[in-house]
């Protein structure tokens, strides 16, 4: 069990989603009673910086196969269906928290 | 050639500047030419900032499939002056390539072009996210002059 779990949250710049998306990352685990730690980045950091995290998210798309357990965040963007994102990312949270 | 749309409007709240425009585009291309060049008008953006946004977009694309589709073109580029948000509303929808899947694409009418400088401007894009999902405001900008646009822009969002 994880005292927390590290989340990193990219997007294509570095600059605007992965900042919305962070916040509400940092709320659902909250309201989810996860103790997250998030760090935001660019989509081509994820490669690297995969290794000091635990969960990789994406507002864009990522294809390329990753070492870390990865989920889309983009309904958190898009709004459409991002009740179900979210539900999905708390089991994804809760998961990683228990390994 | 890009051209300049005649009914532009400014208004500056929050340190932003908010700019809203009409205009007619036939790809997504030209649609950030005119918001890059309305910017470079403005002050807020050097000229490379087009190219810097253009680059980014073949990358990661900014469409984004909300209930109303829309386009948020944006970069980390050195050419950002001064923080601003340009929205361009056309006549006649462009095709953008999709934030969340790269190979489709969406039709818009409304591009929002953010001009922000690294840092975290967490409430700016909060709203501005919150905006791009209500489509009952994105339906209201069909209608509304640029200079009303702009005054909500700069209430709502600074």
Redesign the interface.
């Known amino acids: 069990m994880k005292s927390s779990v590290k989340v990193l949250v990219a ?7 992965s ?2 998306a962070q ?1 509400k990352v940092k709320q659902i685990a909250a309201d989810a009673g996860i103790p997250v730690q998030v760090f935001k980045g ?2 081509s950091e994820v490669p690297t910086k995969q290794y000091d995290v635990d969960v990789v998210l994406t ?3 990522y294809k390329k196969p990753l070492d870390r357990p990865y989920m ?1 965040v ?1 309904p958190l ?4 269906n991002k009740d179900a994102c979210a539900k999905k990312l708390v089991d994804l949270l809760k998961a990683v928290q228990a390994e | 050639m890009v051209t300049q749309s005649v009914d532009t409007a400014e208004c500056e709240a929050g340190g932003k500047l908010f700019v809203a425009l009409k205009g007619s585009a036939s790809t997504s291309e030209e649609a950030i030419r005119i918001c890059a060049n309305t910017l470079q008008a403005n002050g807020c953006v050097t000229e490379k900032f087009a190219d810097d946004c253009l680059n980014r977009e073949k990358e990661y694309p900014t469409g984004i499939c909300c209930e109303t589709p829309v386009a948020l073109p944006h970069c980390q580029s050195d050419a950002i002056r001064r923080d601003a948000l340009c929205y361009l509303r056309l006549d006649e929808p462009v095709s953008f390539y999709r934030m969340d899947d790269p190979e489709d694409a969406v039709m818009t009418r409304h591009v929002f072009n953010l001009a922000i400088a690294p840092g975290q401007h967490l409430e700016f894009l909060t709203k501005t996210i919150r905006l791009l999902q209500d489509n009952t405001v994105l339906d209201r900008f069909t209608t509304m002059t640029s200079n009303q646009i702009a005054s909500y822009l700069a209430e709502h969002l600074a």
């Open positions: 997007c294509g710049s570095g600059v605007a989603t900042t919305v916040e660019t989509i507002t864009a798309n889309t983009f963007i898009s709004g459409i």
